[in-house]
């Protein structure tokens, strides 16, 4: 059984940082690219960053310089570190693979809730 847990949301101020960390079963995480998406109230979700079992990454624009991906593929953890944070920002937080196929979609999990505000 599949199974994503996301962590480490919360209430920050704008310029504040948060890390974000996801636990994956093993099945899902050793091979795959992994990601981590984003939907905001009212908007479709959308991918903010992934990374490569060997530990290439990419960002969207809307985060680059901000957000930092990373894995321990030891803990079959993925984390995102982000800082410089904005309103804009506020979402809830999902990992997943990458890309979404019509497997992956079955494998959501809670996310976690970021707000940013003052």
């Known amino acids: 059984q599949v199974q994503l847990v996301e962590s480490g949301g919360g209430l920050v101020q704008p310029g504040g940082s948060l890390r974000l960390s996801c636990a994956a079963s093993?099945?899902?995480?050793?091979?795959?690219?992994m990601g981590w998406y984003r939907q905001a109230p009212g908007k479709e979700r959308e991918l903010v960053a992934r990374?490569?079992?060997?530990?290439?990454?990419n960002y969207a624009d809307s985060v680059k310089g901000r957000f930092r991906i990373s894995r321990d593929n030891a803990k079959n953890t993925v984390y995102l570190h982000m800082d410089s944070l904005k309103p804009e920002d506020t979402a809830v937080y999902y990992c997943?693979?990458?890309?979404?196929?019509?497997?992956?979609?079955?494998?959501w999990g809670q996310g976690t809730q970021v707000t940013v505000s003052s």
């Open positions: 990374i490569t079992s060997l530990g290439l990454k």
């Open positions: 997943n693979v990458w890309p979404i196929t019509a497997r992956a979609g079955d494998y």
């Open positions: 093993g099945s899902i995480f050793s091979n795959n690219w």
